[in-house]
T-cell receptor, first 116, second 115 residues
Framework: DSGVTQTPKHLITATGQRVTLRCSPR?????VYWYQQSLDQGLQFLIQYYNGEERAKGNILERFSAQQFPDLHSELNLSSLELGDSALYFC???????????????FGEGSRLTVL | AQSVTQPDIHITVSEGASLELRCNYS??????LFWYVQSPGQGLQLLLKYFSGDTLVQGIKGFEAEFKRSQSSFNLRKPSVHWSDAAEYFC?????????????FGTGTRLLVSP
């Protein structure tokens, strides 16, 4: 158990809909990362938050957005869903965002999104 | 920008045999290097990491990896594979000075263990 909790574990929805994925980082971790894992794209970095502020952006679509709340949990919002958004979405956390970071990311078990 | 190549999509190894999974990276300076393992239905777990110093790094579950700057490689090895090692293995590279933002992962190597 990594200590990172993601909900829901599975989600099935239709094209055009909007969903929210939730992540609770490990106790004490200030950084949250979101990754998308799909068969054709592999594991792609989406976005990172540190203590409520966006720190880095990767291959995140404009239809997707995220935020980190004062209690450090994070939500990833996916809107106007398309078939190609079907994937496993991982949240990871780490202790810090700067050079003091040991580099270890602790991953949750993921949220599997299926868009029909 | 950094990148990672894992040339083997699938590898099958007999139980008890040795294992080597290949990883090549591209980065202008000395990178941070990681190996993660993903078991079915699970998240990724860190096996080992290289930051600096000794180029032979020991990890959990009997794994080790060797950083070879001249070959831009960070291959993962295990002397004797167990059936429970069957999983997908990801090599990742992080750029120094970025706080490990945007860790870049390879496409993964799926390890199958035959009896």
């Amino acid at each position: 158990d990594s200590g990172v909790t993601q909900t829901p574990k599975h989600l099935i929805t239709a094209t055009g809909q909007r969903v929210t994925l939730r992540c609770s980082p490990r106790s004490g971790d200030l950084s949250v990362y979101w990754y998308q894992q799909s068969l054709d794209q592999g594991l792609q970095f989406l976005i990172q938050y540190y203590n409520g502020e966006e720190r880095a952006k990767g291959n995140i679509l404009e239809r997707f957005s995220a935020q980190q709340f004062p209690d450090l949990h994070s939500e990833l919002n996916l809107s106007s869903l398309e078939l190609g958004d079907s994937a496993l979405y991982f949240c990871a956390s780490s202790t810090s965002a700067g050079t003091g970071n040991t580099g270890e990311l602790f991953f949750g078990e993921g949220s599997r999104l299926t868009v029909l | 920008a950094q990148s990672v190549t894992q040339p083997d999509i699938h590898i099958t190894v007999s139980e008890g045999a040795s294992l080597e999974l290949r990883c090549n990276y591209s980065y202008g300076a000395t990178p941070y290097l990681f190996w993660y393992v993903q078991s079915p239905g699970q998240g990724l777990q860190l096996l080992l990491k290289y930051f600096s110093g000794d180029t032979l790094v020991q990890g959990i579950k009997g794994f080790e990896a060797e950083f070879k700057r001249s070959q831009s490689s960070f291959n993962l090895r295990k002397p004797s594979v167990h059936w429970s090692d069957a999983a997908e293995y990801f090599c990742a590279v992080g750029a120094r000075g970025t706080g490990f933002q945007k860790l870049v992962f390879g496409t993964g190597t799926r390890l199958l263990v035959s009896p």
